[in-house]
């Protein structure tokens, strides 16, 4: 294996990027000496503080007797035992990243491992460029998962925060503004898109307010009767609405300092927007079918997924209630605007499912550059949805692109072929009359499922893990375009050598 090693100056740019390893601890086991030079050069031009193995003991010694973070672990050199050496390396370390080393002749071991708990997969001969891009991949992941473990710390100390996820500098300024508001009694318009999390804002603000321990209240406005949102907010004396066979006391006079959320607070008929705003102003309701009034002894939050400033334009909310609400508000930043918070939160929830079903999930690098190039519509609540299916479809401890759902599989794919079709600003073809016909996605999608298995032999596990998909879902778009056994075996003999 040849393998042309640049000089410290070609690898700056690399080297910028890595410089947030903290000087992660690489091991490169491999029999090949020359391999492994080349692969510690590569490594500590990157920051990497590096060490090298020529056997399995070696390897075994150097694991047990010092903390290494990373391992370049050659096939090869386990001599038919890498299987045992992951799990026993899993067992001693689970938070160690393995990236297994192969050639073409033992994919099928690369795999298994890669099932195992492998971090990372290089096929042999590569390129310096492939072996600095896997290790920055590496750094990074294990950047975010530390970066997460860190937030996770830092936010137990801030109780109320502890279920808010986000380093951004909008999630930072957010958490600033919670802090103050929480310690005040005063009213708090919370906006943002659908799946947001705009009632973990509201309930992070109660529990970190004065009373914290008092109930916490979510109600939906859009989803009751007028009558029973009425009688639930305000309370009702007995005999005065249907089924009312005795008093009750509203939500909003029930608990001493407890919390009420009005959720879509612009779903809220105006009729009871204006006895909501005497409520606000005068600090007292009166209950349906009662002659006196009762002291409100609740805080009140409000919010909103539609601007509320268009709804008081379009006279769905009245514009006294709005300012009367609005003497704070917060406005939680969708998904597509803060990308950088994606591997937190995957790294979050993977944790969370982690507990829940004592399995460990990581994400492979083509699902999370997906993850954090999709718009996420649905906000948190999607990409939460989005890995508990992933977690449950995935048949190893890696989830894949086909894992996720096909809007983000197909949304990667487009803007795959996207950037791949469209030329850069410097070479910009001539304008021509006579235009290209537009190539249907789905034969796009068949030719690279064609082009991975002939560059592969055929190999369809492999092909799927490089193409970032499932194997059942490879076999299912095989069947879908008609591709026999046949005309797999006349693209697979056309195959080259990686």
Same mark, same amino acid.
């Given at each position: 294996m040849t393998i042309t090693v640049p000089n410290l100056a070609s690898l700056e740019a690399g080297s910028r990027s890595a410089e947030g390893t903290g000087r992660l601890h690489l091991l490169v086991a491999d029999t090949d000496s020359a391999v492994r030079e080349a692969c510690c050069q590569i490594a500590a031009d990157l920051g990497f503080a590096v060490q090298q193995a020529a056997t399995v003991a070696a390897a075994r010694a150097l694991l047990r007797g010092r903390a290494i973070d990373v391992l370049l672990l050659d096939l090869r050199a386990a001599a038919g035992e890498e299987m045992d050496l992951l799990d026993e390396i899993m067992t001693l370390d689970p938070e160690l990243s393995v990236v297994v080393m192969s050639a073409h002749a033992s994919v099928p071991s690369a795999v298994e491992s890669m099932r195992i708990g492998a971090a990372d997969y290089l096929s042999k001969p590569f390129a310096w460029e492939e072996l600095a891009g896997v290790l920055e991949r590496v750094a990074e992941r294990r950047s975010a998962a530390g970066a997460s473990r860190e937030l996770r710390e830092r936010l137990r100390s801030q109780p109320g925060l502890g279920n808010l996820i986000g380093r951004s500098p909008e999630m930072e300024k957010l958490y600033r503004i919670v802090a103050k508001v929480a310690n005040s009694s005063h009213p708090v318009l919370i906006m943002g898109e659908s799946g947001v999390g705009k009632e973990l804002i509201a309930r992070s603000i109660h529990a970190n307010g004065l009373h914290p321990s008092s109930p916490f209240v979510p109600v939906d406005c859009g989803s009751l009767a007028p009558a029973l949102i009425e009688s639930e907010l305000f309370g009702c004396v007995k005999g005065a609405v249907k089924g009312a066979a005795r008093s009750k006391s509203g939500l909003l006079t029930a608990s001493e300092g407890g919390t009420v959320l009005l959720d879509e607070i612009g779903e809220l008929p105006l009729e009871l927007q204006a006895k909501l705003l005497r409520a606000l102003q005068e600090r007292e309701v009166q209950p349906v079918g009662a002659t006196q009034r009762v002291p409100v002894k609740v805080?009140?939050?409000?919010?909103?997924?539609?601007? +509320?400033?268009?709804?008081?334009?379009?006279?769905?909310?009245?514009?006294? $209630? *709005? *300012? /009367?609400? =609005?003497?704070? =508000? $917060?406005?939680?930043? !969708?998904?597509?605007?803060? !990308?950088?918070?994606? +591997?937190?939160? @995957?790294?979050?929830?993977?944790?969370?499912? @982690?507990?829940?079903?004592?399995?460990? *999930?990581?994400?492979?690098?083509?699902?999370?550059?997906?993850?954090? @190039? *999709?718009?996420? !519509?649905? =906000?948190?609540?999607?990409?939460?949805?989005? $890995?508990?299916?992933?977690?449950?479809?995935?048949?190893? +401890?890696?989830?894949?692109?086909?894992?996720? !759902?096909?809007?983000?599989? =197909?949304? #990667?794919? @487009?803007? /795959? /072929?996207?950037? #791949?079709l469209t030329p850069s600003a410097d070479r910009l073809p001539a304008p021509s009359s006579e235009e290209e016909p537009v190539v249907p996605l789905v034969e796009m999608e068949k030719q690279a499922i064609l082009d991975a298995l002939r560059k592969l032999g055929g190999d369809k596990i492999l092909a799927a893990r490089l193409l970032g998909i499932g194997k059942t879902t490879l076999y299912r778009k095989l069947k879908e375009y008609g591709i026999d056994n046949s005309e797999l075996e006349q693209h697979a003999s056309q195959g080259v050598a990686l």
């Open positions: 805080r009140i939050l409000a919010a909103s997924s539609i601007d +509320p400033a268009q709804m008081v334009e379009s006279g769905r909310l009245r514009k006294d $209630l *709005y *300012y /009367r609400l =609005n003497v704070v =508000n $917060l406005r939680i930043p !969708p998904l597509r605007e803060r !990308p950088t918070d994606i +591997p937190l939160l @995957a790294a979050s929830f993977l944790d969370r499912i @982690a507990r829940e079903t004592g399995v460990t *999930y990581s994400l492979g690098d083509e699902t999370l550059r997906a993850m954090t @190039a *999709y718009d996420w !519509p649905g =906000n948190v609540s999607e990409m939460e949805n989005a $890995l508990e299916r992933a977690c449950t479809l995935s048949s190893g +401890p890696v989830l894949h692109l086909g894992d996720l !759902p096909t809007q983000l599989q =197909n949304a #990667h794919l @487009a803007e /795959r /072929r996207g950037a #791949h």
